[in-house]
C-alpha cells in the first residue's frame, strides 16, 4: 500500500492499549491545532482496543478486568478524561468504606489509607496495627536519626528502605505495598524509577519519616480535593470507547498484530497478514517492550537487545459476585494485601463494591482477586477453575468468607505487568539514545518511563508530541 499523493505525512502506532491510544490522540489534536496534514494509522494484534483497560458487564455488575482505579496523585489521566469529556464520569472512591488492612502475622490488620487524616495519625495508627514487632518500629525510628548516606546511582527498593526502616519493614509494609502496582520483588524493582520520590525525600530531609509527617495532606484538582484513586461511573473501559470517537478519521486495524518493521525509502514499512504497508514517515510502537523488541530486532538491533532486558511477569484477576446477606456482615475497608512473607497464594484482593459506587446491584457484593507476578506465579499455572478454588479458599482463610458466589470470572494478564529492575532507568536512556539514530522511530508505552495509566498517558502524549516535532521541523 503505497501513500496517495496529497495526504500529507503517513504515522503508524503500533499498539492499541491507552499508550497508543494517547499517543494516536495527540497526534490527532497536534494535526488539528497546527493544521497538518497528517494520515493516522493504528494497528491492534486483538479483536478490542484498550489493552490491559478492559470492562465487562455481568448482569448488574461492572467489573474492570485490568485497572480498576486511576492515582489522581499524577494529573494525566484524569486530565486526558477532562479533555475528552469525560468530567461527569469521574467518580471518587467511597470515602465512608475508606480503609485498606494487610495480612500481617497470621491475621489482617487495618492500615491508615488515604490523604485525609493527619501524618502523625498515620504513623502513630502504623505502630498500632501491629503490622510488625516492636523491635521492627524502634528500627524503623532509626530512620529519624539516620544521616542520609551516600547518593547512589540505582539500587533495589528492598536494600533502599531496607537501609533506612530495616528489613522487617520491607518485608510486612513495602513488599505488600508494591504488590498492588508491580506483583514485583522489592528485592529486584529500582526504587529509582519505581518511587523515585523516596530517595528525593531522603536527599532534602534526611528521612523517609520526617518528610512524611511534614508532607501536605491531599491532592488538589482544580477546586475540589480527590482522594487518592478515582474511576469512572461504566468503568475504565469508557476512556477507551471515548478516545476512539475522538481519533477521527485515523484508520484502526483490529485483529492486524504488525509481525516486522523494516527502513522504507520515505520512512518505515509494516509487515502483516494483510500485507506490507509502506511509507510511513513516523512510527511508534506501543507494544509490550519484548514484542517491540522484536519487530525492531533487525532494524535496530542494539536498542531491541536492551528493549528485551526488561522482564514482564504475569498475573491474574478473579472476581466474585456474591448477594451481601450471603456474607454474613460485609466486608469493611476497599480489601486487603498480603506480603510474600506470609506464604499466601493471592497477592491480595479489593472489596470493589466498598471501592467505587455503580459496581454491583443493591444487596450485591463483587470481591476481586490478585494473584500472579514474582510473588504467586507459581498459581499461574493453575486452570481457570483452579484459580477460583485457590482464591475462594484463601478469601475463606484470610478474610473468613465461606459465602457460595453467585458467579466469578478469571481474567488472565499474560506478561503483561513490566519490572522495572535496577538499572532500568539507565537502560531506558540507552534505549533513547540508540533510537536517536533512526528518526521518525519512537517507543512508548508501560514497559519503559511509567506503569500505570497516568503515566502511560503522558508518555503517549509525550511520545506523540516528540514525533511531530522531528516530522515537521
Ligand atoms: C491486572 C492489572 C491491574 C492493573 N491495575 C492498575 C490500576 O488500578 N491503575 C493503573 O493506573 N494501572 C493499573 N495497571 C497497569 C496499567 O493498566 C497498564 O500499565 C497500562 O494499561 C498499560 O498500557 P500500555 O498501552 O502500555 O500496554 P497494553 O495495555 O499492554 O497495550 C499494548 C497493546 O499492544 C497490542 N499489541 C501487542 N503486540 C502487538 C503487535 N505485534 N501488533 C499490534 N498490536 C500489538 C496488545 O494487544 C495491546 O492492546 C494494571 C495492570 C494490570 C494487568
Not at 475528552?84 to 491508615?112: C, F, K, M, N
Request: charged share 25%; net charge neutral.
Amino acid at each position: 500500500m503505497a501513500q496517495t499523493q496529497g495526504e500529507g505525512k503517513r504515522v503508524a502506532v503500533v499498539g492499541g492499549g491507552i499508550a497508543g491510544l494517547a499517543a494516536a490522540y495527540e497526534l490527532a489534536v497536534q494535526a488539528r491545532e497546527q493544521g497538518l496534514s497528517l494520515s493516522l494509522e493504528l494497528f491492534e494484534s486483538s479483536d478490542r482496543l484498550g489493552g490491559a483497560i478492559l470492562t465487562e458487564r455481568v448482569d448488574d455488575y461492572v467489573l474492570d478486568a485490568g485497572p480498576d482505579a486511576v492515582l489522581t496523585l499524577k494529573p494525566w489521566g484524569l486530565e486526558l478524561c477532562r479533555e475528552i469529556g469525560l468530567e461527569d464520569e469521574i467518580i471518587p472512591t467511597q470515602d465512608e468504606h475508606r480503609g485498606v488492612a494487610l495480612y500481617s502475622r497470621g491475621r489482617l490488620r487495618s492500615l491508615p489509607y488515604g490523604t485525609g487524616s493527619s501524618a502523625v495519625r498515620k504513623v502513630r495508627a502504623y505502630v498500632a496495627s501491629g503490622v510488625v514487632s516492636w523491635p521492627a518500629k524502634l528500627r524503623m525510628a532509626a530512620d529519624l536519626v539516620l544521616p542520609r548516606g551516600a547518593q547512589k546511582q540505582d539500587e533495589s527498593m528492598a536494600d533502599f528502605f531496607g537501609r533506612r526502616l530495616g528489613r522487617e519493614a520491607v518485608e510486612r509494609i513495602v513488599d505488600p505495598l508494591i504488590a498492588g502496582i508491580y506483583s514485583g520483588d522489592p528485592d529486584k524493582l529500582s526504587i529509582y524509577s519505581t518511587f523515585p520520590r523516596f530517595p528525593q525525600m531522603v536527599a532534602k530531609q534526611r528521612s523517609i519519616l520526617l518528610a512524611l509527617l511534614r508532607a501536605p495532606q491531599s491532592a488538589r484538582s482544580g477546586a475540589r480535593t480527590l482522594p487518592i484513586f478515582c474511576s469512572l461511573r461504566d468503568g475504565l473501559g469508557r476512556m477507551v470507547e471515548v478516545i476512539v470517537e475522538r481519533l477521527g478519521d485515523t484508520r484502526i486495524h483490529l485483529s492486524t498484530p504488525v509481525t516486522a518493521v523494516e527502513k522504507a525509502d520515505s520512512g518505515y514499512s509494516l509487515e502483516t497478514h494483510a500485507g506490507r504497508h509502506n511509507a510511513y514517515a513516523g512510527l511508534i510502537l506501543a507494544a509490550p517492550a519484548w514484542t517491540s523488541a522484536r519487530l525492531l530486532g533487525d532494524l535496530a538491533p542494539g536498542p531491541a537487545d536492551k528493549m528485551k532486558a526488561i522482564r514482564y511477569v504475569s498475573s491474574a484477576t478473579v472476581f466474585f459476585a456474591y448477594r451481601t446477606s450471603d456474607l454474613g456482615g460485609r466486608p469493611r475497608g476497599f480489601g486487603f494485601l498480603v506480603p510474600a512473607c506470609e506464604g499466601r497464594r493471592i497477592n491480595g484482593a479489593t472489596w470493589i463494591t466498598n471501592k467505587f459506587a455503580h459496581r454491583s446491584p443493591d444487596d450485591g457484593f463483587l470481591a476481586r482477586c490478585f494473584i500472579g507476578g514474582d510473588r504467586t506465579g507459581e498459581e499461574m499455572r493453575a486452570d481457570d477453575e483452579g484459580l477460583v478454588r485457590i482464591c475462594r479458599e484463601e478469601l475463606r482463610d484470610i478474610a473468613g468468607i465461606t459465602a457460595q458466589p453467585l458467579f466469578s470470572r478469571v481474567y488472565r494478564w499474560k506478561d503483561s505487568g513490566p519490572q522495572y529492575d535496577v538499572g532500568h532507568a539507565n537502560l531506558i536512556g540507552e534505549v533513547d539514545t540508540a533510537l536517536a539514530e533512526h528518526p521518525g522511530l519512537e517507543v512508548t508505552g508501560a514497559g519503559f518511563r511509567g506503569i500505570g495509566i497516568p503515566d502511560c498517558v503522558y508518555d503517549g502524549r509525550e511520545t506523540a508530541r516528540r514525533l511531530i516535532e522531528s516530522l515537521y521541523k
